[in-house]
């Protein structure tokens, strides 16, 4: 038998420390001293009175260290269930702070993603309406093209006085050159005419 047995069973005989060993000792001493006396009937019935107060004594604290031990038990058993009761409740309160971290940290993501779409939303409502400026860039495509259409006409139209005037320049530098024809035909002419015209004069003087 180790010590831990003895100590075990010491507690439980001497329950609380309140002498229950020695008065087990003493109960048997005063049996063996009951069984081998040769007094009287009166002596060993007050001896066996004694006895059985002892053992009366020693029923009761073992009732006690019985209800003691039960209740320890009971009590044992409810720290138990209390401290796995305790366990879940932190592996809940664990979990649950990991969730609250996890939906502020989406609320964070959301707050920041709300305030870049107001600020957004602010950058897009200066600009112009997408209707507004698609009919805005149709117009300036019809305007081009009516300038276009204007500038060829233009254009034609500048042709055909460059090669009106190339016709008319041209028909001024052959009027030009008739105009001198005929210029010096005329003073052809003109000298002839004096040539035959001044013998006639002296003739008649």
Request: glycine letters at 2%; hydrophobic letters at 35%.
């Amino acid at each position: 038998m180790n010590d831990e047995e003895v100590i075990r069973r010491r507690l439980l005989i001497d329950g609380d420390g309140t002498g229950d060993d020695r008065r087990l000792n003493a109960l048997l001493k005063s049996f063996v001293k009951w069984c081998s006396s040769d007094e009287p009937e009166a002596e060993w019935r007050s001896v066996q009175d004694r006895m059985l107060q002892h053992l009366a004594q020693c029923d009761f604290a073992l009732a006690k260290a019985r209800l003691t031990s039960t209740m320890s038990a009971e009590e044992l058993q409810n720290y138990e269930t209390w401290a796995k009761k305790i366990e879940v409740d932190i592996a809940t309160a664990k979990s649950n702070i990991e969730k609250t971290k996890a939906d502020l940290k989406n609320a964070r993501t959301i707050r920041r993603n709300k305030i870049e779409y107001d600020l957004l939303a602010v950058v897009i409502n200066q600009q112009p309406d997408r209707r507004n400026t698609n009919e805005e860039l149709k117009q300036l495509h019809e305007d081009l093209s009516a300038l276009q259409a204007t500038q060829e006409e233009l254009e034609k139209k500048l042709d055909m006085r460059r090669k009106q005037f190339s016709v008319m320049f041209s028909s001024v530098y052959q009027l030009q050159a008739l105009l001198n024809e005929s210029d010096d035909e005329m003073m052809d002419v003109s000298l002839d005419d004096m040539d035959t015209a001044a013998p006639e004069g002296s003739s008649s003087s």
